[in-house]
Nanobody, 124 residues
Framework: QVQLVESGGGLVQAGDSLRLSCAAS????????VTWFRQAPGKEREFVAG????????RYADSVKGRFTISRDNAKNTVYLQMNSLKPEDTAVYYC?????????????????WGQGTQVTVSS
């Protein structure tokens, strides 16, 4: 099992940057693919970015490609989401999720472990 804790959210202005962290418990963190999802008010939760256990492969939603970067440090059991050039439409609760698998999957139902979420608010 793994427990996930997100941090790094906050209130920023359009064009600013934030870095989210997802800290995990457990000794086999490198076995988990990790993905960031987000949920805006009144909308369904959506895939943002994912990374394989080794960190060798990443995948992004079209809406964040070129602005967000996902990375991980398995020695620290942590996955990061660097968010640059933030837009008001990026406002959402951001969740990290993990699954014991090599491949990244954009479907939230395939993830076994979830954090509690961290709020990101981007003002115009």
């Amino acid at each position: 099992q793994v427990q996930l804790v997100e941090s790094g959210g906050g209130l920023v202005q359009a064009g600013d940057s934030l870095r989210l962290s997802c800290a995990a418990s457990g000794r086999t963190f490198s076995s988990y693919a990790v993905t960031w999802f987000r949920q805006a008010p009144g909308k369904e939760r959506e895939f943002v970015a994912g990374i394989t256990g080794s960190g060798g492969t990443t995948r992004y939603a079209d809406s964040v490609k070129g602005r967000f970067t996902i990375s991980r440090d398995n020695a620290k059991n942590t996955v990061y989401l660097q968010m640059n050039s933030l837009k008001p439409e990026d406002t959402a609760v951001y969740y990290c999720a993990a699954r014991v698998a090599y491949y990244i999957n954009s479907a939230e139902a395939t993830y076994n472990y979830w954090g509690q979420g961290t709020q990101v608010t981007v003002s115009s």
